[in-house]
């Protein structure tokens, strides 16, 4: 459940974001984007296709640079500081891209343990079992830690991606469409993973999604992306509210949006 | 920030962690197997984590292997003082240890296994090729009974790409070769004065060995991945599927057209290379022996006899049928990665070069004890 909100106004905020301006060529992506994540939070952005969800991530993840705005992870900016502190923020949050990006050559156990080699110094044994750790934490099974990324299932792909994410114990998660390309049972088993990692590491999650269903399971806020800009923020509820035809037409699709948030929040939390 | 710390106190069942567990400070964590003669190995001992700073879950779990190590099961730990982040994440972990220790296979076993799979995959290779040759047939018999099935474009598209925009470079190629052949070979021939031989070493060389045989090399390399990597990328993408779903053979629509454009010209570019080679070694033996281009060509004309050149041309299409069908089958087994469309393509070319030579070296063989 999320916290209450006189608990999460205290809470630090983890990620914050300044009219951030983005342009791929001559295209202009974003126009003063601006938002804020605080800690233990999960917050989901959503918007249309083509509206920078994914590059938003990017600018925030340190893989592309903004024409203009801060970007700011744990009080640092990312964009401004020198390549040591930026390095040392990396290894303070995971990202779980959206097809898994599994290094093809390894095995899924030396996949998560990739990072703990690199980052670490403990000695590869030590680092495959940390690994094989995580992989049960994400609820894959002993076989499949043994197994090529390409032998195995979208759905343990993409468990064995978020166990590389949360290798090194990071305080803040990044997901780009984490249930994208998943049937409703792996989708909905998968949001219940995230809620309860979150619960138990305290994790700091801001993730994209098309979902509905994970939207309603997971997110404490909603960030509408449309036009460049944000076009609001706040509970579902709230955003249920704002005016946009967009949005009108994006809760509609779902059978859900007559009966309220909150109780198919519970249904969605039973299973 | 403080270092971690558990300090154990056996006889009173207590053990008491301290300080600031994290990743970033731990640098080995513990494997020793636990002492079994300890007599405290199940019963309780009460973990104190009042005096912890920071904790996460590999903080924890080396927290917990450090008390396995002390012969205590981490199901025999009971928790008190710990905050409730702490508690939550010390939980989860002790949940999912057991997971993270299974032992390694021994290397042994593994290697085994590796070779198994090198055996297998060169048991269905063989397998596959065999199909592949199979099923062409049946393909070709069907499209002579039904010609109009034919893809003449397909077809056309292909003498293009393999035959067409490769004459530029099979070109330079030979005819620096030829340079150089001449040049070496004059060298040598120059101090016995047995310079007009040049002629003969050259054009003999070139027509029967070198051009089919380095022309089927770079054909392998440049139109044997084409193919492989075009009919991969399909078959990654499911447009072979797509094209059996509409009742077309993706061996007739793909792969007939490709390794008959493939057979088809490449005598042809074999005779560019035999032309341009030639051309390399006149240019080097009027230079540096002194023999005019008439001359050449007269010496040539009497001393290359027609059977050399057939020979010669006559290898292209073997080259090339071998060049097809081992390009076509390796696109055809591409696996669902995109990973495999490379390394699928790096086989063919192996496999295409390698088969090139081997065959040259059994028709050659073959034809000397012919006596050709």
């Not at chain 1, 197994?147 to 305080?171: F, I, Q, V, Y």
């Not at chain 1, 249920?240 to 949005?247: I, K, Y």
């Not at chain 2, 057979?263 to 032309?275: A, E, N, Q, S, W």
């Not at chain 2, 059977?307 to 292209?316: C, D, E, Q, R, Y």
Request: hydrophobic content about 45%; proline content about 4%; aromatic content about 4%.
């Amino acid at each position: 459940m999320p916290a209450t909100d006189a608990v999460t106004a205290a809470r630090p905020i983890v990620v914050e974001t300044r009219h951030i301006v983005t342009q791929l060529g001559k295209q202009t992506i974003h126009q003063g984007v601006s938002l804020s994540v605080r800690q233990g939070e999960i917050a989901a952005l959503i918007g249309g296709s083509g509206t920078g969800k994914s590059v938003l991530l990017k600018v925030l993840c340190g893989l592309l640079r903004p024409a203009d705005g801060s970007a700011r992870l744990f009080d640092t900016d990312i964009w401004v500081t020198d390549n040591e502190t930026r390095q040392m923020v990396r290894q303070r949050f995971g990202m779980l891209f959206q097809d898994g990006a599994l290094f093809s050559s390894l095995t899924v156990e030396q996949n998560v343990a990739a990072p703990l080699r690199e980052h670490t110094r403990l000695p590869t044994a030590a680092c495959l079992r940390l690994a094989r750790l995580k992989l049960s934490m994400v609820g894959l099974e002993a076989a499949a830690a043994r197994k090529m990324p390409d032998e195995l299932s979208g759905g343990m792909r993409k468990r064995a991606a978020l166990a590389r994410a949360l290798a090194l114990d990071p305080e803040l998660l990044f997901l780009d469409e984490p249930t994208s390309g998943l049937d409703p049972v792996s989708a909905r088993s998968f949001d219940q993973l995230l809620r309860t990692l979150r619960d138990n590491l305290g994790l700091t999650v801001l993730l994209i999604t098309h979902d509905l269903d994970s939207l309603l399971a997971l997110a404490d806020q909603v960030i509408v992306l449309a036009q460049g800009k944000v076009l609001g923020s706040g509970t579902l509820s709230d955003i249920q509210q704002l005016q946009d035809p967009w949005l009108k037409a994006y809760f509609s699709s779902h059978p859900a949006n007559h009966t309220l948030p909150t109780s198919t929040r519970e249904d969605t939390h039973g299973q | 920030m403080t270092p971690a710390q558990l300090h154990l106190d056996l006889d009173n069942k207590l053990a008491t962690a301290s300080g600031s567990w994290r990743l970033i400070q731990l640098d080995k964590i513990e494997t020793a197997a636990p002492n079994a003669t300890e007599a405290n190995l199940s019963s309780p001992v009460v973990l104190d984590g009042g005096q912890i700073d920071n904790l996460d879950p590999s903080g924890a779990y080396c927290l917990i292997s450090r008390l396995t190590a002390q012969g205590i099961a981490p199901e025999a730990v009971q928790t008190t003082g710990f905050s409730s982040q702490h508690q939550a994440i010390f939980d989860l972990v002790r949940e999912h240890y057991a997971a993270s220790l299974r032992q390694n296979e021994t290397s042994l076993w593994q290697r085994g296994r590796v070779l198994l799979r090198r055996l297998q995959r060169v048991e269905r290779f063989m397998l596959e090729s065999v199909r592949l040759i199979g099923v062409l047939g049946t393909e070709t018999a069907q499209l002579l009974r039904h010609p109009g099935r034919f893809r003449y474009r397909e077809f056309t598209n292909q003498i293009e790409a393999v035959f067409v925009s490769a004459i530029p470079l099979i070109a330079l190629m030979m005819f620096l070769l030829g340079i150089v052949f001449a040049y070496l070979l004059g060298h040598q021939a120059m101090q016995y004065g047995a310079n007009i031989f040049v002629v003969d070493g050259t054009t003999l060389a070139v027509c029967r060995e070198l051009s089919p045989v380095l022309v089927a090399i770079l054909v392998a390399g440049r139109s044997g991945s084409a193919i492989t990597a075009q009919i991969g990328t399909m078959k990654f993408d499911e447009e072979l599927d797509a094209l059996r779903v509409m009742g077309l053979s993706p061996y007739q629509v793909l792969i007939i057209p490709r390794i008959l454009a493939l057979v088809c010209t490449l005598p042809l570019l074999v005779f560019v290379g035999d032309v341009t080679g030639i051309l390399g070694s006149m240019l080097v033996a009027s230079r540096q022996l002194g023999i005019q281009p008439a001359e050449f060509i007269t010496r040539m004309m009497s001393e290359l006899d027609l059977p050399t050149v057939i020979i010669g041309l006559s290898k292209a299409p073997i080259f090339a049928l071998f060049i097809g069908l081992i390009a076509s089958e390796g696109g055809l087994h591409v696996e669902h990665s995109a990973r495999s469309i490379g390394a699928s393509t790096t086989v063919t070319v192996v496999r295409s070069i390698v088969a090139v030579i081997g065959i040259n070296a059994l028709i050659a063989i073959t034809l000397v004890r012919l006596d050709i």
